[in-house]
């Protein structure tokens, strides 16, 4: 059973940073590793992901150059490094594993004060 468990998240103000980390476990194989996040009243949104192959990595436009996502795959860990962070960064944020569907966590949330 895969089990992803979140931490990192918190309140930080507008431009300031946070790091995001992720804990796998039971994954049975090399998969792509990813963050989605979902603010109130809205649907969950993706944010990025990792392959585990070469490390190719995918962003949402929304934080393409602010966002850094990075992985080891001998600790079956993920992170997310978020920079300049913006009010409209408020979420919570899911790790999620590319299994036959996506798998997630329980979540971590991150408010951006103005």
């Known amino acids: 059973q895969v089990r992803l468990v979140e931490s990192g998240g918190g309140l930080v103000q507008a431009g300031g940073s946070l790091r995001l980390s992720c804990a796998a476990s039971?994954?049975?194989?090399?998969?792509?590793l990813g963050w989605f996040r979902q603010a109130p009243g809205k649907e969950r949104e993706f944010v990025a992901q990792i392959s585990a192959s070469d490390g190719a990595t995918l962003y949402a436009h929304s934080v393409k150059g602010r966002f850094t996502i990075s992985r080891d795959n001998a600790k079956s860990t993920v992170w997310l490094q978020m920079n300049s962070l913006k009010p409209e960064d408020t979420a919570i944020y899911y790790c999620?594993?590319?299994?036959?569907?996506?798998?997630y966590g329980q979540g971590t949330q991150v408010i951006v004060s103005t």
């Open positions: 999620a594993a590319a299994t036959s569907i996506w798998s």
């Open positions: 039971g994954l049975t194989g090399n998969y792509a």
